[in-house]
């Protein structure tokens, strides 16, 4: 007779490795956030005691993760030992590209910005696009003072998507050759790094997440416009891609106002696009008296004078049009306008954004303005790249 047994399940505490493993983290992150911290700094805000915060520390001064920075001064006692994250730990690079130019930007893993370098990209044959990629990282790596081999990261922003399920790069046509389904492995056989590539717009969101407008916000949308039109979608403090990774194409969106377009696969085309993208931007200021090389000259014109409050309002009912159809759908809390067509506009055009949104719109999300200096890309770029760097080797040693 076989007797039935129990099944016995494992006890739900975590190893001591775990444990060790996420007061290690717990230690690292608070390091990052606060700056240089003592011992007994780190223990109560852990909740560690003296002993555990030791040894904490010692083990991650063994692996090279954090280094003592001198000591503290001025209080009762001993002065005591204080530690930072050591900004030697491992490096990453970040990149924005557009059908111009590339900018790249080193930052050690504290998130301190090393060096930045541009390079125009006009003169790229296609097949160099890896080779021209390879030697901006590396001409940066340079100027940081950083030997060849030094980056664990590199996050690559681009005015397209990748297709989760081919690996193409999507709505990418202004980019010939960038279009390779090898497109990441030719990347990081040129760098010899591990390479992700993700949307320009949604790494401004991330930047604005991390260091800007939405620092304070889990459900927003970002307004990308200057060139081009695009958005990005944050739900619930995770961007949203769509399943073909085309999720704030908004480009594209069919808007009152504008032709419906047929053949989405010319250049630039797209409703949203045809009402508030630079060369539509360029024509109504045209029709208000204005002159300009780019929709960023003329906002930025208009925004300066009291004569430019016609062009202002009529391109703000624009962008609150396109507006309205997304906030009808996503509803978020937040909308920023982000690009340099909208930053050119300043505190005058947002106001106005806010009000014609309010009129035609009934979810009323607040309206604010991008509040990431330089290029809200590239600071996109290097944040995605420090968070898997983080990961990566914090998780480890």
């Known amino acids: 007779m076989t ?9 739900l505490a975590g190893t001591p490795s775990l444990l060790r493993a996420i007061n290690d983290r717990a230690a690292l ?9 003592s011992r007994t700094r780190i223990g109560s805000l852990t909740g560690l005691s003296k002993p555990t915060a030791s040894q904490l520390l010692a083990r991650l001064e063994a692996a090279g993760l954090v280094v ?11 002065n005591a030992q204080l530690y ?5 730990a491992g490096y990453v690079a ?17 998130g301190a910005t090393l060096a930045e370098h541009r390079v125009a990209t006009a003169g790229w044959p296609v097949t160099g696009t890896a080779a021209g990629i390879a030697e901006a990282v590396a001409h940066t790596v340079r100027l940081a003072g950083l030997p060849a081999d030094a980056l664990h990261e590199t996050v690559i922003g681009i005015g397209g998507a990748l297709d989760p399920t081919t690996g193409e790069l999507r709505y990418a046509s202004h980019l010939p050759g960038w279009q390779s389904p090898d497109l990441v492995a030719d990347l990081e056989a040129a760098l010899g ?8 717009v949604n790494l401004a969101a991330v930047a604005e997440q991390a260091l800007g407008a939405a620092a ?9 416009a200057e060139e081009g039109i695009g958005a990005a979608i944050v739900i619930g403090g995770r961007l949203h891609r769509g399943f073909t990774g085309g999720a704030g194409e908004v480009g594209y969106m ?4 504008a032709p419906v377009v047929d053949d989405l696969r010319k250049d630039g085309s797209g409703g949203f696009q045809d009402l508030a993208g630079e060369p539509a931007v360029l024509a109504l200021a045209a029709e208000h008296g204005l002159t300009a090389a780019s929709a960023e000259q003329a906002v930025a014109r208009a925004a300066a004078s009291p004569a430019g409050e016609g062009f202002l309002r009529a391109l703000a009912e624009r962008l609150a049009v396109g507006l309205a159809v997304i906030v009808a759908v996503v509803d978020p809390e937040l909308l920023v306008l982000s690009g340099s067509t909208p930053t050119a506009g300043g505190e005058r055009l947002r106001a106005m954004v806010a009000e014609e949104l309010a009129r035609i719109s009934l979810p009323r999300p607040e309206v604010r303005s991008s509040a990431v200096p330089g290029s809200p890309v590239l600071h996109g770029a290097l944040q995605r790249a420090l968070a898997t760097a983080r990961d990566a080797l914090f998780s480890t040693h």
């Not at 992150?29 to 911290?37: K, T, V």
């Not at 590209?97 to 504290?110: E, F, G």
């Open 216 to 224: 304070d916000c889990e459900d927003f949308v970002l307004l990308w």
């Open 254 to 257: 069919p808007v009152p106002g």
């Open 68 to 78: 003592p920075v001198g000591t503290t001064a001025g209080g009762p006692g001993p």
């Open 193 to 200: 790094v591990p390479v992700s590539i993700e949307n320009d």
């Open 29 to 37: 992150e608070l390091l990052l956030a606060n700056g240089p911290l």
């Open 3 to 11: 007797e039935n047994r129990r099944t016995t399940r494992p006890p």
């Open 84 to 88: 930072q994250v050591n900004p030697a």
């Open 94 to 110: 970040g990149l924005d590209v557009t059908s111009t130019h590339v900018r790249v930007a080193v930052a050690d893993i504290t």
